[in-house]
């Protein structure tokens, strides 16, 4: 598979798209679908919560005012793991993305963005995965400062063991 095929194929199973092929298993014989059942001890994440919990953390960083930073970013999208970068942000200027020492390969599509670009990453994400069945959603935010620190989005149906993604934001930094 081509470079851009296979990043395309991961970005598809990515859980900030949204757009995760949960896979429906196929009945045997009647070539039907499998009803759609969650594990035994799967919990619905409150949905309002991780809204009220990103409202919460967009307002704590715009009273940061904030505008140069850097932080590391890692980003796994089921098989594949991309890797780690530190991206650099600075007012007027994109961001600058840096494979760090030790990692090797392409970064994720999504690893070079701002803050207030990954909030409405993770809005999107919450608005996708509440319509899936049996969505797992977690994300943290940093206390002082908002900054989302952590996201994944993965399946709780029964019998999957794909369809997840996750990313860090750590080491967060003011010049």
Known sequence: ???????AALLASLALSGTALLGHAQAGGGGGRAPEVCRADYVRPSFARLEADLA????RWAAQHIRAYS??????????R???VRVTVR???APVTAVLPGEEGEP???AGVTVEARFRQ???ALVSWRGQPCPEV???YDRATGVPQSFYGGSGLANIADGFGEWRMTNFTRP
């Open 138 to 140: 977690r994300v943290t």
């Open 122 to 124: 993770v809005a999107q």
């Open 56 to 59: 919460s953390a967009r307002a």
């Open 91 to 93: 007012p007027g200027a």
């Open 82 to 84: 991309f890797p780690a």
């Open 108 to 110: 994720a599509a999504q």
């Open 1 to 7: 598979m081509s470079r851009p095929a296979l990043t």
């Open 71 to 80: 932080y590391d970013f890692s980003q796994v999208a089921a098989p594949a």
